[in-house]
């Protein structure tokens, strides 16, 4: 089965602050990974792609294990619009085209 | 640029009814289309997807049906809606697989159906 699984949270980090979340899963076949952003009744938004052994943007960062089958996701200088839910997202290839195993996200609270 | 477009945004509906969302994708040609629910609490599940016109792969068995009629259209329906098909319904579309970088999914707004 292929599963992708974090830790629901709520993280609550004040202002400023660096948070990082982690994310396992089970498919060693998935290909890429995606780390998508999504605010309260909205739908996701792309936040970052990771291909190989990670991505830097910004005030984020984001890191690839395959050994271990995790991936994180740091951000530096947390602002209140940081506030959203993080989905994590595995890829791998179906019968013409690509399928998304989506986690069911981690809730970040930034809090003044 | 591409956008995606869906609609109705929201929709109240009583069980037994009918339904149809649709889905849109502009400034792109053959995209791979697909339909995703996320039920409160849980994570996006894929329902459908399609590589092309009237072409439709289903995930999972359930209560509902896809089309795709044009290129850049694709269509969500329910001859008879249940209580457990309340939802957020997510349309996403991505590029043609042709290269390492083509499996992004860019989802539209979303319609949130509740069935009463």
């Known amino acids: 089965r292929k599963e992708v699984e974090q830790d629901p949270g709520p993280f609550n980090v004040p202002e400023g602050a660096t948070v990082a979340f982690n994310c396992t899963y089970s498919n060693s076949a998935s290909q890429s990974f995606f780390w998508y952003r999504q605010d309260c009744r909205k739908e996701p938004k792309l936040l970052m792609s990771v291909y190989s052994s990670g991505n830097e943007d910004g005030r984020f960062t984001a890191q690839l294990n395959r050994a271990s089958q995790y991936i994180s996701l740091l951000i530096r200088d947390s602002k209140l619009s940081d506030s959203a839910t993080y989905l994590c997202?595995?890829?791998?290839?179906?019968?013409?085209?690509?399928?998304?195993?989506f986690g069911k996200g981690t809730k970040l609270s930034v809090i003044p | 640029s591409q956008t995606i477009h869906q609609w109705p945004a929201t929709l109240v509906q009583p069980v037994g009814s009918p339904l149809s969302l649709e889905c849109t994708v502009e400034?792109?040609?053959?995209?791979?289309l697909y339909w995703y629910r996320q039920a409160a609490g849980r994570g996006l599940q894929l329902l459908f997807y399609s590589v092309g016109i009237g072409q439709i792969s289903s995930e999972v068995p359930q209560n509902l049906s896809a089309s795709r009629p044009q290129d850049r259209q694709f269509i969500l329906s329910s001859k008879k809606l249940l209580l457990s098909d309340s939802g957020f319904y997510l349309c996403a579309w991505s590029v043609r697989p042709e290269s390492l970088f083509t499996d992004t999914q860019y989802f539209g707004p979303g319609t949130r159906l509740t069935v009463l």
């Open positions: 400034g792109t040609s053959n995209p791979n």
């Open positions: 997202v595995g890829s791998y290839s179906g019968a013409g085209s690509y399928q998304l195993t």
